[in-house]
């Protein structure tokens, strides 16, 4: 999946530009009229005669170098875009070897009454008119001749992301948005003007300035806004009439390019755990760059994400292994719009099955792996331990003897923060995957290394889901406790985190996510309660057997350190190998 190319515009031949004529006349036109006003500025104004039809004569000339150089260069032929830094540099370069040529000529041809001044003179005066009439031309486009259609549309954020998002706005007639104006919380930037579009205001004046223009859509173009902003926006939003919609977050958007397909309606996922987060993506790229990487229970929530991400890098070779080939077929439609299940990088498997594993591996020859298969949800756990243990314990155990038979690399163990003092199936499941994962005795430079974070929203399984299901069938909506904490992030944000744990994460190190603060299940059922417009009530079942109150990220026994990331804690657990059953 990671090898395919997309086809482009130009698949069936090379797409050819079309000849700017309006333009290369409207230059010949400047240096016809440039060369005559020049020597009217030089002789201010009494010129001779037959000075004045040496002008004339000049600028023709000038006009017919101005067009060979310009085709030359491609500057009528559309090889920049209209008015941009690039074109301006080109016309101000043609125009130099214009003037230059005219100098000379003058300097050594005695026979035309011309003074050589003129040519300086007039050179400066064509190139006004040039970049005048293209950046008049521009400014035409921007204001006039773009569709006047669409929602009325505020973008807060003037920084790159929204000045991409407007030029869009306004160069596709079909589009539903109709950009008015910036909102920007820096004061250098009021009454800046980008693509013909003036920064109105900070997000304080938001309420002022829905009243003046009549928006109805706010686009938040700032890719690292946090989840806490986007809950106050989404409030005084709702209050005034306003759609809010999002761009994704960085870890989202690749070479740090935005289109209009990307703006979404701000989900509650968005509203409840998004968190702007940073990362070495140079260093990702070369972690991936030609590596063969397998992905365990990459039909599921977190696995199919990393799948997602670890695409966009282009490794040799990216394998999916799930024992539930719907999932599979799922993921293989969100990477090649295919779903076919006919490629050989969709592994159809169970961790349970030792032998499997070990022929996998040797198969495949993996030089990455990311072990995401697991059981998960913890009352069913807590009924059936021995399916945890199966699954969790003796299927990590499987995978770990294979990948050190098969000689991978980098495996990384995803873990969970019930693993830190844990009180559950679950917990206890996980965090002797950790101990077994430490206890990997590494052969050369190889890095075995788990990596443990909290709630995910927007998987399989999340209480976000839950919430909404009984919202739709009219409550109640059930909550443990009103006191009950959990930490969450989005799953795209998470899964990005892990790929950085898995660069800079040692031998026998696991590797915590901060989670940034934890949020009460009570004001989630209730922001979603809200949302939904609906009188739902709410009701308090109490704690569940091997439920915490409040989790943690890191036990009481473990020392955690930051050392290569803000957002990627450092501890070291005691390796061992399975225990029985």
Not at 147 to 167: H, K, N
Request: overall charge neutral; some cysteine.
């Amino acid at each position: 999946m990671s090898q395919g190319a997309a086809a482009g515009p130009g698949a069936n031949g090379p797409v050819r530009a079309r000849p700017r004529f309006p333009q290369a006349a409207w230059d010949a036109a400047s240096w016809l009229v440039a060369v005559p006003v020049a020597s009217l500025l030089r002789y201010d104004p009494d010129v001779p005669a037959r000075t004045l039809a040496a002008a004339v004569v000049v600028g023709a000339a000038c006009a017919v170098v101005q067009l060979l150089v310009g085709f030359s260069f491609s500057l009528y032929q559309g090889r920049y875009r209209p008015a941009s830094f690039d074109e301006v540099v080109g016309v101000c370069f043609a125009t130099l070897i214009v003037t230059a040529a005219a100098f000379v000529t003058l300097a050594v041809a005695e026979s035309i009454d011309l003074p050589r001044s003129v040519p300086l003179i007039a050179g400066a005066l064509a190139l006004g008119a040039m970049l005048g009439g293209r950046f008049a031309a521009r400014a035409y486009r921007q204001r006039f001749h773009y569709s006047r259609a669409g929602a009325l549309t505020l973008i807060y954020g003037a920084g790159e992301a929204g000045e991409q998002l407007v030029r869009l706005m306004r160069s596709n007639p079909a589009e539903r948005y109709r950009p008015i104006g910036f909102l920007d919380d820096d004061p250098g930037k009021r009454h800046l003007h980008l693509q013909g579009t003036r920064v109105l205001g900070t997000i304080d004046d938001l309420e002022t300035v829905v009243r003046r223009t009549g928006a109805t859509v706010l686009v938040v173009s700032i890719a690292a806004v946090e989840a806490a902003q986007l809950r106050r926006l989404d409030g005084r939003c709702a209050s005034l009439g306003v759609s809010l919609r999002v761009i994704p977050s960085k870890s989202q958007i690749i070479d740090n390019r935005v289109g209009l397909g990307d703006i979404e309606d701000v989900s509650d996922e968005d509203l409840l755990g998004r968190r702007p987060i940073q990362t070495d993506e140079q260093a990702i790229q070369g972690f991936f760059s030609g590596t063969r990487v397998l992905i365990t229970g990459g039909g599921g929530s977190i696995g199919s994400e990393l799948a997602r991400q670890v695409d966009r890098y282009h490794p040799e070779f990216l394998g999916i292994l799930d024992r539930d080939e719907s999932a599979m077929q799922a993921v293989q439609l969100s990477l090649d719009g295919r779903g076919l299940l006919d490629s050989d990088d969709l592994i159809l498997a169970d961790i349970r099955d030792r032998d499997r594993m070990r022929e996998v591996l040797l198969a495949v020859r993996p030089d990455i792996v990311f072990h995401a298969a697991a059981l998960k949800h913890l009352p069913l756990l807590e009924r059936y331990p021995d399916e945890a243990h199966k699954t969790n314990v003796l299927g990590t155990m499987n995978l770990l003897d294979a990948a050190r038979e098969a000689g991978v690399r980098v495996f990384v163990n995803i873990s969970t923060d019930k693993a830190a003092d844990p009180v559950c199936v679950l917990g206890r499941t996980k965090l002797e995957t950790e101990r077994m994962t430490a206890a990997i005795a590494p052969q050369g430079d190889e890095r075995f290394i788990s990596v443990r974070f909290g709630n995910v929203l927007g998987s399989r399984g999340s209480v976000v889901n839950a919430f909404r299901l009984q919202i739709q069938r009219g409550g109640p909506v059930t909550v443990t406790s009103p006191d009950v904490t959990r930490y969450f992030m989005t799953v795209g944000e998470a899964v990005h985190l892990v790929l950085q744990a898995a660069v800079i994460g040692r031998h026998r190190e696991t590797l915590i996510l901060d989670m940034g603060e934890p949020v009460r299940i009570d004001d989630v059922a209730r922001h979603l309660i809200a949302k939904s417009g609906r009188d739902i009530p709410i009701e308090y079942t109490g704690l569940r057997p091997g439920e915490k109150l409040t989790e943690t990220l890191v036990g009481a026994g473990e020392v955690a350190v930051s050392r290569s990331h803000p957002l990627i804690l450092h501890t070291t657990v005691a390796g061992s190998d399975v225990p029985p059953r």
